[in-house]
Antibody, heavy 121, light 107 residues
Framework: EVQLLESGGGLVQPGGSLRLSCAAS????????MSWVRQAPGKGLEWVSD????????YYADSVKGRFSISRDNSKNTLYLQMNSLRAEDTAVYYC??????????????WGQGTAVTVSS | DIQMTQSPSSLSASVGDRVTITCRAS??????LAWYHQKPGKVPKLLIY???TLQSGVPSRFSGSGSGTDFTLTISSLQAEDFATYYC?????????FGGGTKVEIK
């Protein structure tokens, strides 16, 4: 069974940092691009970032560019999101999502359960 | 950036109704368009990709059409489990934008 398990969320003060992790299982992790999508409370879905299967290419939403960094360790089947300079508007549930191909020209076919990030003083 | 505009933002319908949701891209995206739905408190689920291809395990009452800038999701006969929020998404180019969502509620 394909599974994505996020961790690392929590409460952080404005300006702080968090590192989210996503442990993947049930598929050949190194074959697929991966993405982070977030959802603020009561709001819609917002794509945050994605990374090619090899890790050679990364993309970011303008709202997080320069503050967030996506990476992956294919030897550990794990995806990461390093979040720096956090703002109140980054408060959301963050979903780790598998893409159905090796780059971002594919749909998001498997979603994790999400990890909540709250930025507040 | 490509903007994705869904309409309507919400609708009320009865079980058995035919429901249509539209999604318009601000520039052409060929068929790089996916549809998802999300039930309250649940994780989003992929319904359709490549504008019209049904994801494995998704009931055949769901269908998608369109290419370029205009797309449609149709539910041929609404079931109780279909009451949810529906999102379209562009995966033609980054940023991979979502539409604002269409909430389908019980009439």
């Amino acid at each position: 069974e394909v599974q994505l398990l996020e961790s690392g969320g929590g409460l952080v003060q404005p300006g702080g940092s968090l590192r989210l992790s996503c442990a993947a299982s049930g598929f050949t992790f190194s074959t697929y691009a991966m993405s982070w999508v977030r959802q603020a409370p009561g709001k819609g879905l917002e794509w945050v970032s994605d990374i090619r299967n090899s890790g050679s290419s990364t993309y970011y939403a303008d709202s997080v560019k320069g503050r967030f960094s996506i990476s992956r360790d294919n030897s550990k089947n794990t995806l990461y999101l390093q979040m720096n300079s956090l703002r109140a508007e980054d408060t959301a549930v963050y979903y780790c999502v598998k893409m159905s191909g090796d780059n971002h020209h594919y749909a998001l076919d498997v979603w994790g359960q999400g990890t909540a990030v709250t930025v507040s003083s | 950036d490509i903007q994705m505009t869904q309409s309507p933002s919400s609708l009320s319908a009865s079980v058995g109704d035919r429901v249509t949701i539209t999604c318009r891209a601000s520039q052409g995206i060929s068929t790089y368009l996916a549809w998802y739905h999300q039930k309250p408190g649940k994780v989003p689920k992929l319904l359709i990709y490549a504008a019209s291809t049904l994801q494995s395990g998704v009931p055949s009452r769901f269908s998608g059409s369109g290419s370029g800038t205009d797309f449609t999701l149709t539910i041929s006969s609404l079931q109780a489990e279909d009451f949810a929020t529906y999102y379209c998404q562009n995966y033609y180019s980054a940023p991979l934008t979502f539409g604002g969502g269409t909430k389908v509620e019980i009439k």
